[in-house]
Antibody
Framework: EVQLVESGGGLVKPGGSLRLSCAASGFTFSSYSMNWVRQAPGKGLEWVSSISSSSSYIYYADSVKGRFTISRDNAKNSLYLQMNSLRAEDTAVYYC????????????WGQGTLVTVSS | QSALTQPPSASGSPGQSVTISCTGTSSDVGGYNYVSWYQQHPGKAPKLMIYEVSKRPSGVPDRFSGSKSGNTASLTVSGLQAEDEADYYCSSYAGSNRGFGGGTKLTVL
């Protein structure tokens, strides 16, 4: 069974930092592109960042470029999101999602971790 | 970023059919057959319902179908059931970005 389990969310002050993790199991993690997608309270889905299977290709949404860094450790079946210079508008549930590159869709999603940026 | 337009709401009675649209441009929806649809119940993670415009993953009922015409993709839910009430999001490949539509809240009356 495929499982994606996010962790690392919590309450942080504006300007602060947080590191999210996503532990993957049940599939060949090293063969999949991975993404972070977020959802602000009561709002829609917003793609945040993507990393290819070998970390060769990395992309960010304009809203987080220069502040967030995506990375992965295939030996540990883990995905990460380092978030710096956090703003109130970064408050959201953050989901990790696997991505089928050949067909361009998100197939499996974690349950999400809540990040709240507030003083 | 991708800017896909969906109607904020849609509704239908049990047993009826409802169609949700997703309008993009020739740079995303119209340019590739890589439109996908996701269902999200309150407090839950999104679930893949349709990929490559009209393909259903294993386990998704055949009441759900997808299509595309020009720059607009559509998700049709036939034979509406109470459990279909949820938010639905479209997504389309657009180069390095992976945007989503704004979402449509489907209400089963």
């Amino acid at each position: 069974e495929v499982q994606l389990v996010e962790s690392g969310g919590g309450l942080v002050k504006p300007g602060g930092s947080l590191r999210l993790s996503c532990a993957a199991s049940g599939f060949t993690f090293s063969s999949y592109s991975m993404n972070w997608v977020r959802q602000a309270p009561g709002k829609g889905l917003e793609w945040v960042s993507s990393i290819s299977s070998s970390s060769s290709y990395i992309y960010y949404a304009d809203s987080v470029k220069g502040r967030f860094t995506i990375s992965r450790d295939n030996a540990k079946n883990s995905l990460y999101l380092q978030m710096n210079s956090l703003r109130a508008e970064d408050t959201a549930v953050y989901y990790c999602a696997s991505y089928v590159w050949g067909s361009r869709y998100f197939d499996y999603w974690g349950q999400g971790t809540l990040v709240t940026v507030s003083s | 970023q991708s800017a896909l337009t969906q109607p904020p709401s849609a509704s239908g009675s049990p047993g009826q059919s409802v169609t949700i649209s997703c309008t993009g441009t020739s740079s995303d929806v119209g340019g590739y057959n890589y439109v996908s649809w996701y269902q999200q119940h309150p407090g839950k993670a999104p679930k893949l319902m349709i990929y490559e415009v009209s393909k259903r993953p294993s386990g998704v009922p055949d009441r759900f179908s997808g299509s595309k015409s020009g720059n607009t993709a559509s998700l049709t839910v036939s034979g509406l059931q109470a459990e279909d009430e949820a938010d639905y999001y479209c997504s389309s490949y657009a180069g390095s970005n992976r945007g989503f539509g704004g979402g449509t809240k489907l209400t089963v009356l």
